[in-house]
């Protein structure tokens, strides 16, 4: 008998390891890169020959062959013939829309009039998801009606709405009703609070509220890899082949009203009140980070998980530039040593300690 991979099986070399990706059930599991190498180099696997091949390996390949089958990563064949009527999946990347994803940061100095003017901006430039991060608002009547004018709207494109709230001394009493008046929105897919206490936590359920013991204080806690990577699908994938993972089609408006590529990131391309979004889409450097891919980040490269992780430009060690002038260190809040296969806490490690520094997130971690 000989098999072939399902197409929507992924291969992703790292140093030690290779990651198989199973892109339509989301899930990953380790092989060792031998393994991954005859997966790559076969068009069809003939496992009895391939033990005849490597007669040192007859128990490993068999114990290969049963695991494929039980998780049904791999299907039965005749011959290369009939293996070639199933093509491999094409992996380009290609959307048609200028902007897929916004962020928008709101606290307690944001002036949220801007957004009785944006709705134009977000059809224009076809934005399909958006997310809102609460740390702090005055006046949460500006966004309801932002929110009720832009989810009847039939001209924009947008899918789908998050809502991130951090819990903080105003919205301690709050919390739970602005969480509810949200949810009332069928655009709204999700609202997950920060800063929740054990006891707190059993207060609220809802299909779209998550609750979350973790702290986070501003813009500045975001960036930090997991561990756990649930999100895997053949999007994804083909996107962090082809672009940066984080801030292709991203843009963003800051708690101060300015837009960038993502509210973390240092250039600025404008002010909302005095620039639209299209505007600052023209810039010559709003685009710079978006095809930078993990391939070409320092250790990011060698990592078995580049193409299901996101890359955080914002926070990173500060070790690498390209020519262009592109920072291509490794994202400073990730924990993982591909070159061991060991996970860490980052904020602790001494040689992050400087990068730390120079970001100023001693507060926030």
């Not at 994804?236 to 101060?256: M, P, T, Y």
Request: aromatic content about 10%; charged content about 25%.
């Amino acid at each position: 008998m000989t098999y072939k991979l399902f197409s929507d099986i992924i291969l992703c070399n790292g140093h030690i390891r290779t990651l198989l990706l199973d892109t339509t059930r989301s899930l990953y599991y380790y092989i060792p890169n031998d393994f991954a190498a005859i997966l790559k180099d076969n068009t069809i696997l003939d496992f009895e020959l391939l033990k005849k091949i490597y007669p040192e390996s007859v128990k490993i390949l068999g114990d290969y062959k049963k695991f494929l089958l039980k998780h049904e990563l791999m299907f039965e064949v005749l011959d290369e013939e009939e293996a070639s009527l199933f093509p491999k999946i094409n992996l380009q990347h290609k959307q048609p829309f200028r902007i897929t994803n916004a962020i928008i940061d709101i606290d307690a100095q944001t002036d949220l009039s801007y957004l009785e003017k944006i709705e134009y901006n977000f059809e224009k430039l076809c934005i399909q998801s958006l997310q809102i991060r609460i740390f702090y608002i005055n006046d949460i009547k500006i966004l309801i009606t932002f929110l009720d004018k832009i989810s009847k709207s039939g001209n924009n494109f947008l899918k789908d709405i998050q809502i991130i709230i951090v819990k903080n001394d105003f919205l301690n009493f709050n919390c739970n009703k602005v969480a509810k008046i949200l949810c009332n929105y069928n655009i709204i897919t999700q609202v997950d609070i920060y800063n929740y206490t054990e006891r707190n936590a059993e207060k609220m359920y809802s299909d779209k509220i998550f609750l979350h013991k973790k702290k986070i204080h501003n813009c500045k806690s975001c960036g930090e890899i997991a561990e756990n990577m649930s999100t895997i699908n053949l999007r994804i994938v083909s996107e962090s082949l082809h672009h940066n993972s984080c801030l292709h089609k991203k843009i963003s408006i800051d708690s101060e009203g300015n837009i960038r590529n993502c509210p973390s990131m240092p250039q600025s391309f404008g002010n909302i009140n005095n620039t639209t979004l299209e505007g600052a889409l023209q810039h010559p450097d709003f685009k710079k980070y978006w095809n930078l891919t993990k391939d070409q980040i320092e250790v990011c490269k060698d990592c078995e998980f580049r193409y299901i992780c996101t890359d955080c430009r914002a926070y990173t060690e500060r070790s690498h530039t390209n020519e262009e002038g592109l920072d291509t260190s490794k994202p400073l809040k990730c924990g993982y040593n591909p070159y061991t296969g060991e996970w860490e806490e980052w904020s602790t490690n001494p040689l992050k300690q400087k990068a730390i520094q120079y970001y100023e997130l001693e507060n926030t971690i």
